[in-house]
């Protein structure tokens, strides 16, 4: 699967982002999905991951109350809603993928995860 994020852009303090990230090529049901992120001079971290159908959703702590994953496959798309941004949360954000059926799925680690797009920046100034 081929994965193209968008959506990402220069804000202020509080704003929104809603980040896209589209799959193409293969079924796009047939796979857990996650984003991660990743600030300069960082590694990549966990942000959020939805199983296959939706029914099941990830977060990191801190992000939680802040972020909300969803997905739609009919449009083969996976959201990231962000809201009350802060400056930390300045980064690139990135959206991957991995099959359903491969087992031990550790949502959180980058390592899970055979295919990622190309990332989407995001700025959020003080």
């Known amino acids: 699967v081929q994965l193209q994020a968008s959506g990402g852009g220069l804000v202020q303090t509080g704003d929104s982002l809603r980040l896209s990230c589209v799959g193409s090529?293969?079924?796009?049901?047939?796979?857990?999905m996650g984003w991660f992120r990743q600030a300069p001079g960082k590694e990549r971290e966990f942000v959020a991951a939805?199983?296959?159908?939706?029914?099941?959703?990830y977060y990191t702590d801190s992000m939680k109350a802040r972020f909300t994953i969803s997905r739609d496959n009919a449009k083969r798309t996976v959201y990231l809603q962000m809201n009350a941004l802060k400056p930390e949360d300045t980064a690139v954000y990135y959206c991957?993928?991995?099959?359903?059926?491969?087992?031990?799925?550790?949502?959180?680690?980058?390592?899970?995860?055979?295919?990622w797009g190309q990332g989407t920046q995001v700025t959020v100034s003080s």
């Open positions: 939805i199983t296959w159908r939706g029914g099941t959703t």
């Open positions: 090529g293969r079924t796009f049901s047939d796979y857990h």
């Open positions: 991957a993928a991995t099959e359903y059926y491969r087992v031990g799925y550790d949502y959180n680690l980058v390592n899970t995860y055979r295919y």
